[in-house]
């Protein structure tokens, strides 16, 4: 299983960004997955999840702000940021769950409840 993200880099405050992760080695469609991110010296936190049933779940930090989506054609997952904050600066990870057959919501956005992980990709809000 290959979890890769694309899309960071530095934008000004009020800025957008549109993180991708591409994934490959398994059933994408069946899995749930979510974004996290982590800032030097503080613990890694969910941003946001995504069901195999398409239902969301986002951090309050980030309601109304950002977007989780997911293409199973392209086995992708995508993270619209708008209006971005100093505070948003972080290394952004793509996570997923082990594929199932059922229709699933996202978990809850804890990191043990994901197996999968990708290497991260910097996101880096100025003022």
């Known amino acids: 299983v290959q979890l890769v993200e694309s899309g960071g880099g530095s934008v000004q405050s009020g800025g957008s960004l549109r993180l991708s992760c591409a994934t490959s080695?398994?059933?994408?469609?069946?899995?749930?997955m979510g974004w996290f991110r982590q800032a030097p010296g503080q613990e890694r936190e969910g941003v946001a999840g995504?069901?195999?049933?398409?239902?969301?779940r986002y951090a309050d930090s980030v309601k109304g702000r950002f977007t989780i989506s997911r293409d199973n054609a392209k086995n992708t997952l995508y993270l619209q940021m708008n209006s971005l904050k100093p505070e948003d600066t972080a290394m952004y990870y793509c996570?997923?769950?082990?594929?199932?057959?059922?229709?699933?919501?996202?978990?809850?956005?804890?990191?043990?409840?994901?197996?999968?992980w990708g290497q991260g990709t910097q996101v880096t809000v100025s003022l």
């Open positions: 995504i069901g195999s049933d398409d239902s969301t």
């Open positions: 996570a997923a769950t082990k594929a199932m057959q059922l229709m699933l919501p996202p978990p809850p956005l804890a990191p043990t409840n994901f197996v999968y």
């Open positions: 080695g398994y059933t994408f469609s069946g899995a749930r």
